[in-house]
């Protein structure tokens, strides 16, 4: 599909284009969507988010749609009982039947969920054509899929179809039942503007800040999808169904410095290559959360690119510089009782409460309070979420948590190694706390040695993955970026867009990226 709307977008953009910039952070030039993205956006037919994203492959939802569907017609909200920001629009949209009470239940239950192509398509025919005129086997021969569009949807569709509004993929099938993304929402929009002539009266009133993602766009294996709530069950981390289950993913560098690396087509290249989580580093020193409050978007943007993805994603609070916890508690518990409250009903998120407690600190004396005082904080809101515990000497003082744990359900304890400064020695630590019933978690390793740089140190990195492999550890890799370190997964000018391919790695990220399944 991606090829046809291309072409399709070169012809009708040739002349109309001009200088525009779309300005987002995750729209490219060289993106199919670039033109209709940058069109719908200045003309406010929709916006991008806070953080400078616009996150074009995340699932549009129901109530995103039909509420641009009504400012477009200049239609005005209604009452609703929701108290759902949009929905006013949605009892306008259902009184006036461009769809049924069954398709999207004015209880509001569903205005979050991704909305079907054909419902997509059925809302805007609805709104905006005054007839619908087609030939049924004309039409129908179009679309290879025809088997899977439900009757309801015949008139609509095929009327779009007749219109040039709606087309199929390459293969030639509609997808009635997927997602539709926010840029072929943008597609599918401007084609019918285009055709029915419809202006926009204003900007759109959809919150910058949008409801986290409860369902991904697209199905991942081993995705959240696949697995659901995680919990711990033992020493081992476990999907929904109480089976074992192992994640493995990348982290991302700090995201002060590098929020480039956390664009939804990074994180969707990195799940194509076979992760199954991103980890989110929020440093909170060094231009982090405590200085600078605006990376929280940046992390929120990325953990819902994961989720829409169908990917895991660990919210790390990356305490490291100033190594106490206890300094900066308040801040934390106040930062993880928002997460919590936004990703409540989302699966896929894991909460790591302090990256690397470190200085003149214990596990018993610091760590421990501070993880009793941030746990039930999350818990209050989040119930059910795997929260991860660090703990003193860069996450290696398991012998400490051995001897004085904590004493919640579905929490795990992270270690951390570089291979060229930590070996079988550290393993050796690892097996006594999986055997004492510790259960453990590798948010953060790297090939290189501790600073992050030196090496490769493939021999041993060989020991340690076959290690955790051999003892179902889930583990992320440090880090996502391309800075000039050894740990850097990518090699400059990396374009994540069509995938990231093993000459698009260094020589630490081929060892990684080939290691996630
Ligand atoms: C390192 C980065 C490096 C950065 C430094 C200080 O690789 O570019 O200058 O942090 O911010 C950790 C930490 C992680 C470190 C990494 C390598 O969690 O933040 O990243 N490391 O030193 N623990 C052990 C090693």
Redesign the pocket.
């Known amino acids: 599909m991606k090829k046809i709307i291309c072409i399709m977008l070169l012809i009708t953009f040739t002349f109309a284009s001009g200088c525009m910039g779309a300005g987002f952070t995750d729209v490219s030039k060289d993106a199919w969507y670039y033109n209709t993205v940058t069109e719908m956006t200045d003309k406010g037919v929709l916006s991008g988010y806070n953080d400078g994203s616009f996150r074009p492959n995340n699932a549009i939802t129901s109530a995103e749609f039909t509420a641009i569907v009504c400012r477009i017609k200049g239609v005005q909200p209604e009452s609703s009982q929701t108290g759902h920001w949009a929905g006013g629009y949605m009892s306008a949209a259902l009184n006036k039947g461009w769809y049924d009470y069954d398709e999207n239940p004015p209880t509001g239950e569903k205005y979050d969920e991704p909305i079907q192509r054909q419902l997509a398509v059925k809302i805007l025919m609805k709104a905006l054509a005054d007839s619908f005129t087609y030939d049924y086997n004309t039409e129908s021969a179009k679309i290879k899929d025809f088997s899977q569009l439900n009757g309801r949807y015949y008139d609509t569709v095929l009327a779009a179809y007749n219109a040039g509004i709606a087309g199929g993929d390459d293969k030639g099938n509609f997808k009635p039942l997927s997602p539709l993304t926010r840029a072929e929402a943008c597609t599918l929009i401007k084609k019918a503007m285009d055709k029915y002539g419809t202006e926009v009266a204003a900007a759109p009133d959809i919150p910058t800040e949008q409801p986290a993602v409860t369902q991904p766009a697209a199905v991942r294996s081993g995705g959240v999808s696949e697995n659901g709530q995680l919990c711990v069950k033992g020493t081992q981390l476990c999907n929904e169904k109480g089976a074992p289950v192992v994640l493995r993913g990348m982290s991302s560098?700090?995201i002060q410095w590098f929020p480039q690396f956390v664009t939804d087509d990074y994180i969707r290249a990195v799940g194509d290559r076979g992760a199954n989580i991103m980890r989110f580093?929020m440093?909170t020193e060094?231009n982090g959360y405590i200085q600078n409050n605006s990376v929280k978007s940046t992390l929120i943007s990325a953990v819902d690119s994961a989720l829409a993805n169908d990917m895991y994603a660990i919210i790390d609070w990356?305490i490291?510089?100033d190594g106490d916890p206890m300094r900066h508690i308040d801040e934390a518990e106040q930062f993880f009782k928002e997460m919590a409250a936004r990703y409540k009903d989302s699966k896929g998120v894991l909460y790591e409460i302090c990256?690397?407690p470190n200085g003149n600190i214990s596990w018993s004396a610091n760590v421990k309070h501070y993880a009793e005082r941030i746990i039930p904080a999350i818990r209050s809101t989040d119930s059910d979420a795997v929260i991860l515990v660090g703990n003193p000497q860069?996450c290696q003082d398991l012998d400490s948590v051995v001897a004085d744990r904590l004493s919640y359900d579905n929490i795990m304890y992270t270690c951390?190694f570089?291979s060229g400064t930590h070996t079988q020695w550290l393993r050796d630590r690892v097996s006594n706390a999986i055997n004492n019933g510790i259960p453990i978690f590798v948010s953060?390793w790297?090939t290189?040695d501790?600073?992050?740089?030196g090496g490769v140190f493939e021999e041993e990195t060989k020991k340690w993955l076959d290690f955790m492999s051999v003892n179902n550890i889930s583990w992320c890799n440090?880090?996502l970026c391309d800075?000039n370190?050894t740990?850097a997964a990518l090699v400059g000018g990396s374009n994540p867009s069509d995938g990231l391919s093993d000459g698009e790695l260094s020589a630490s990220g081929k060892i990684v990226f080939n290691s996630f399944d």
Do not use: T, V
Request: no cysteine; glycine share 12%.
């Open positions: 560098h700090g580093a440093y060094e990356h490291l510089s990256n690397e860069w951390h570089y953060e790297g290189s501790a600073s992050g740089n440090w880090s800075k370190e740990s």
